[in-house]
């Protein structure tokens, strides 16, 4: 066969970097807000208790439930990370060839989030409308948790997808999702396009992470509203 030219295009990149230096830190600055959604959530348990009655709540408890706290942009002991999310977030979005000069960048989500120690806890394929950069900071995680999984956005190949093979690669143009076992302090971005998923967790060991979003807003809507 002729060897030919290949162009791959229309990439979908994934970037990871790890700031292991962080997590001792933003864990304890984290603690508060994950008790707080602890007794938030208490109205949704007592809920399910009257649904399922006392015997069947005894045996799953909170399975399935997911802890995630109120926005946590501005919190003073998470600034560093946020500074640094947020310009990394600027310089990749620049880097994919967009014109960055006419625009400014915003959080329109930074929460962090545990899933339930009985298990059960998870997150259905789904995208961030609406937002231009995603991604999330890992802070207690190991080879037991839940993990990240993010599926190929186009879905215009999914009425023609061919079987793969048993032994292909991991980076092959043809894989239908990839999977990312985290490590605690990885801190990922992500298009926001790109669809993505938590698998179910086991409940073996802790799992916590800061998820976040961010909007690119163009400057002259931005200059013509604070006119």
């Not at 162009?7 to 994934?14: K, L």
């Not at 602890?38 to 007592?46: F, V």
Request: aromatic content about 14%; hydrophobic content about 35%; overall charge neutral.
């Amino acid at each position: 066969m002729d060897k030919l030219d290949k162009n791959i295009s229309f990439v979908t990149p994934i970037y990871k970097i790890n700031k292991i230096e962080w997590v001792s830190d933003i864990i304890k600055a984290t603690d508060k807000y994950i008790d707080q959604a602890y007794k938030t959530a208490e109205k949704d348990l007592e809920r399910k208790k009257e649904l399922i009655g006392n015997d069947g709540y005894k045996k799953v408890k909170d399975h399935g439930m997911s802890y995630h706290s109120e926005n946590l942009v501005g919190v003073p002991e998470l600034r560093e990370l946020e500074k640094y999310i947020g310009q990394t977030a600027f310089n990749l979005l620049d880097e994919q060839g967009y014109d960055m000069s006419l625009y400014d960048l915003f959080f329109t989500e930074f929460w962090v989030q545990e899933f339930s120690k009985n298990g059960g806890g998870h997150h259905d394929t789904h995208t961030h409308y609406d937002n231009h950069i995603s991604g999330f900071y890992f802070l207690k995680c190991s080879k037991k948790t839940s993990f990240p999984v993010f599926h190929d956005p186009r879905f215009g190949l999914n009425m023609a997808r061919l079987k793969l093979k048993e032994n292909r690669s991991i980076d092959t143009i043809g894989n239908e999702k990839i999977n990312y076992i985290p490590n605690p302090g990885d801190l990922i971005f992500f298009n926001s396009y790109l669809p993505h998923q938590f698998t179910v967790d086991d409940g073996l060991e802790d799992f916590r992470f800061i998820h976040f979003n961010l909007q690119a807003i163009r400057k002259f809507i931005l200059n013509s509203v604070r006119k």
